[in-house]
């Protein structure tokens, strides 16, 4: 075996239209497979959702989901759960959301879709009715919550250009006020519940302050024997791992404080960088 080398999915394969850029990396990861390189994805990402691209992308290494709560190796029958605890909890805390959705004053031209959030805000699903914002929440989480904010155009299109800070700032006002009383009921301190914010995919999501993407990857290592050289491809500082052994990559369009810290970063974005980043990763090895 070469190594484990993990990617992200949202904004790193795919760009702001979950979309591949190129082509080209379904072919680029075989080659590598072909050569010994383990490849599977660790990303915020709901596990029914990374097991259908990883799937597609024919990868043989572990999916890492939501943030390192949800972690799968291929031949196992049934995910792990690295927090079991949290998952009643967070079931919870949609709950309550949605029924604010759907019963609070301030949210009388909303509407509320439920189901795969992800693939309804970009399959150009129309809503039709007089409802200004849509707001769609996804079923598929388990160790976590996670909505999109949408305004709905004139014609019934979810228009991410047009949709405003304004639209979302009710649903963050919701988020905060369910998730401060619940965080008390998750246990420590140290997992109290983390809400976070994306205004370039008008994206909100919450999760427990203890999971995170370095815990799924330090589970894979207990469990299962790998080389010690790994590199996770990433965008955005939710990719920093702090495990020794783990390189950092960027794609050209991640953020800065996680290019400062990554050891390579792509000139090419998306998954034109991913492939950029695995034939560096290839020269490294036959270096």
Not at 110 to 126: C, I, K, M, P, Q
Request: net charge negative.
């Amino acid at each position: 075996m070469q190594g484990l080398i993990l990617l992200d999915w949202d904004l790193t394969v795919v760009d702001l239209r979950n979309e591949i850029n190129d082509a080209r990396l379904p072919y680029k990861i075989q080659e590598m497979i072909s050569q010994g390189w383990i490849i599977g994805l660790n990303s915020d990402t709901p596990f029914r959702r990374l097991s259908s691209w990883y799937s597609s992308l024919d990868m043989n290494g572990p999916i890492i989901a939501e943030k390192g709560a949800i972690v799968w190796w291929p031949g196992c029958e049934d995910p792990i759960f690295t927090a079991p605890e949290i998952v009643s909890v967070l079931a919870d805390i949609r709950d309550r959301i949605m029924l604010g959705l759907t019963h609070r004053d301030e949210f009388e031209d909303y509407a509320l879709y439920f189901g795969d959030s992800t693939e309804f805000v970009n399959s150009g699903s129309r809503v039709r009715g007089s409802d200004s914002v849509v707001v769609a929440v996804d079923a598929f989480r388990l160790c976590s919550v996670g909505l999109f904010v949408r305004r709905i155009s004139l014609d019934g299109n979810l228009d991410l250009s047009n949709t405003q800070d304004r639209d979302a700032k009710p649903v963050d006002d919701l988020l905060v006020a369910t998730c401060r009383p619940c965080s008390a009921g998750v246990g420590r301190r140290t997992d109290s519940l983390v809400f976070s914010i994306d205004n370039e995919l008008y994206f909100r999501s919450v999760h427990v302050n203890k999971t995170a993407k370095s815990s799924g990857v330090s589970l894979v290592f207990s469990e299962w024997q790998l080389p010690s050289k790994a590199y996770m491809i990433g965008n955005s500082m939710s990719d920093h791992l702090n495990i020794s052994g783990v390189d950092q990559l960027a794609v050209g369009n991640a953020s800065r404080d996680y290019k400062a810290l990554a050891s390579k970063t792509a000139s090419e974005e998306f998954a034109r960088g991913c492939i950029e980043l695995l034939s560096f990763i290839q020269s490294e090895g036959q270096g």
